[in-house]
């Protein structure tokens, strides 16, 4: 080990490959990235997934714990390719294993992947399930925007996926009735003259006709905005 006083900062050998490590190791560096490369994509393809879009938490542990197992020997002088090779195998063996139980036991089904949870209902937001899953507003509209959402009143249910994607089920146009608008230059400005027209809360999205301030009766929320009632035209 390096003492304070022999440490020298920036030393270019140590910098540039290491410590007591040739520069020839490059070249088996080479040999090794290939190696190692091919045996992923070989791994991966027996996984028996297509591709990958979005991930579960399921997936992305598989592939953090594969992409280190994978790339360590590529650069290691001192990770050998079979050890590497076995985690991949065994890690990819507990992928199969899950995915199958998976398929037999609900419970272990939801234990890995999780499950799709309502989110919005009948044009409003169901918000204790919001906080559960952590998820931010700005978070959730940027989503629904991306959809060419414009208003709640146009979302008869959506459901938040394993994949954090959203799935979202319309009402027909006619049946689009007013809503909490999410478009930021409407959701930014709260109301505080009422007339008699038709305001959603900020919170959950409920709507109401209001012609003085009132506390929001499904969510006790204090703030309103306009509500829209365009259709949604994608
Ligand atoms: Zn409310």
């Not at 939801?110 to 399930?129: P, Y």
């Amino acid at each position: 080990m390096e003492t304070e006083e022999t440490f020298k900062l920036f030393e270019s050998k140590r910098l540039l490959i290491g410590e007591q490590i040739p520069y020839s190791f490059l070249l088996e560096v080479l040999a090794r990235s290939a190696i190692m490369f091919m045996v992923t994509l070989v791994i991966l393809r027996m996984s028996g997934k297509r591709g990958i879009k979005q991930l579960s938490i399921f997936e992305l542990a598989i592939l953090i714990s594969l992409g280190s197992a994978a790339g360590d020997p590529m650069f290691y002088q001192e990770v050998g390719l079979l050890p590497a090779i076995a985690v991949l195998c065994v890690v990819i063996m507990l992928y199969k294993c899950l995915t199958y139980l998976s398929g037999k036991f609900e419970s272990i089904e939801k234990f890995v992947e999780g499950k799709a949870i309502k989110l919005i209902e009948e044009g409003r937001i169901l918000q204790h399930v919001l906080k559960k899953e952590s998820l931010a507003y700005d978070e959730l509209f940027s989503q629904l925007r991306q959809h060419s959402v414009s208003h709640l009143g146009q979302i008869k249910t959506a459901y938040l996926e394993t994949s954090g994607d959203l799935s979202i089920y319309y009402f027909a146009d006619q049946q689009t009735d007013a809503g909490l608008p999410i478009l930021p230059e409407l959701y930014d400005h709260s109301v505080n003259d009422f007339n008699g027209s038709v305001y959603a809360c900020k919170l959950c999205g409920n709507t109401a006709k209001l012609h003085r301030i009132e506390v929001c009766t499904v969510c006790a929320g204090q703030e309103w905005v306009k509500a829209i009632k365009t259709t949604r035209i994608s």
